[in-house]
């Protein structure tokens, strides 16, 4: 259960309560769903940074959008951007 315990920390950006993790683990048995996409409904989604190039960091790595969204297929993420990057990036 511990490393049920650790995992759902790292997916969810907090340290889930038994309940959540009994209702996480419940819901992956019914569904058949995997551990990351049940996870994701309860998850605080990660806020990014837009640098210039459209790119951010995740953990010490460059990348995009469409990078994490492939890496990290059952994840949300926020991005932020201010209106001169998305003037650089429509041009």
Known sequence: M??????LTELLS???GRELR???????KESGK????VADKYAL???FTMRDDGTFIYNDEIMTKEQ???????????????????ELLNK
């Open 14 to 16: 907090f340290e889930p």
């Open 45 to 47: 989604p990660p806020l």
């Open 68 to 86: 994490f969204s492939q890496r990290f297929p059952h994840r949300r993420f926020v991005t932020l951007q201010s209106r001169r990057q998305k």
């Open 22 to 28: 009994v209702m996480i683990l419940r819901e992956c």
């Open 2 to 7: 511990k490393n049920i315990k650790k995992t």
């Open 34 to 37: 995997s551990i990351e996409e």
